[in-house]
T-cell receptor, first 115, second 115 residues
Framework: AQSVTQLGSHVSVSEGALVLLRCNYS??????LFWYVQYPNQGLQLLLK??????LVKGINGFEAEFKKSETSFHLTKPSAHMSDAAEYFC?????????????FGTGTRLTIIP | ETGVTQSPTHLIKTRGQQVTLRCSSQ?????VSWYQQALGQGPQFIFQ???????GRGNFPPRFSGLQFPNYSSELNVNALELDDSALYLC??????????????FGQGTRLTVV
């Protein structure tokens, strides 16, 4: 079985400050990990994905995440928050070995940017 | 290249009724997955279709059923609607490459309200 846990359902940061959204995973096999963003009344947009190539993954809109096997973590960061980053962020992992690419999502972290 | 489109965008149904939601996959994508996202939660996998056949199912009762058509578009049908079925229903399409890191592209979702 595998799952992801997102620590902090709500995170607030000031504009220009560091953004850190936490995600820990549990998986019996090497995971494929994803971060998605969801703006109000929208679907999900992929920010970045870890596919076992490089442990530091760069995504869109200045976000990046680092895969740390020893800590079973895949935290999302952005050096300087922008007002447009306010959204819901979901960490997800893919189930392996059964031929379907089912995404298992965390419960999400709502990011608020303080002007 | 057109993205994933879902219809309708919003829907209100009465408890006990049946509903059909529709999804057009992105051009070239032969795999469609459906997810249910309850308010304040992460998306939950309902099922996946690949080349018109169900290819994996989540923990949802049989009254949730689906179809995939030769053009890879898909329908989600829910019978005997319950109040707890109120949610955002997301469709995601992806190209079947056999790799677990394949990106899923999401539609904007259908907001279903059961009263």
């Amino acid at each position: 079985a595998q799952s992801v846990t997102q620590l902090g359902s709500h995170v607030s940061v000031s504009e220009g400050a560091l953004v850190l959204l936490r995600c820990n995973y549990s998986s019996s096999v090497p995971p494929y990990l994803f971060w998605y963003v969801q703006y109000p009344n929208q679907g999900l947009q992929l920010l970045l994905k870890y596919t076992s190539a490089a442990t530091l993954v760069k995504g869109i809109n200045g976000f990046e995440a680092e895969f740390k096997k020893s800590e079973t973590s895949f935290h999302l960061t952005k050096p300087s928050a922008h007002m447009s980053d306010a959204a819901e962020y979901f960490c997800a992992v893919i189930l392996s070995g059964v031929g379907n690419e089912k995404l298992t999502f965390g419960t999400g972290t709502r990011l608020t940017i303080i002007p | 290249e057109t993205g994933v489109t879902q219809s309708p965008t919003h829907l209100i149904k009465t408890r006990g009724q049946q509903v059909t939601l529709r999804c057009s996959s992105q051009s070239g994508h032969n795999t469609v997955s459906w997810y249910q996202q309850a308010l304040g939660q992460g998306p939950q996998f309902i099922f996946q279709y690949y080349r018109e056949e169900e290819n994996g199912r989540g923990n949802f009762p049989p009254r949730f059923s689906g179809l995939q058509f030769p053009n890879y578009s898909s329908e989600l049908n829910v019978n005997a609607l319950e109040l707890d079925d109120s949610a955002l229903y997301l469709c995601a399409s992806s190209p079947r490459t056999g790799a677990r890191n394949t990106e899923a592209f999401f539609g904007q979702g259908t907001r279903l309200t059961v009263v």
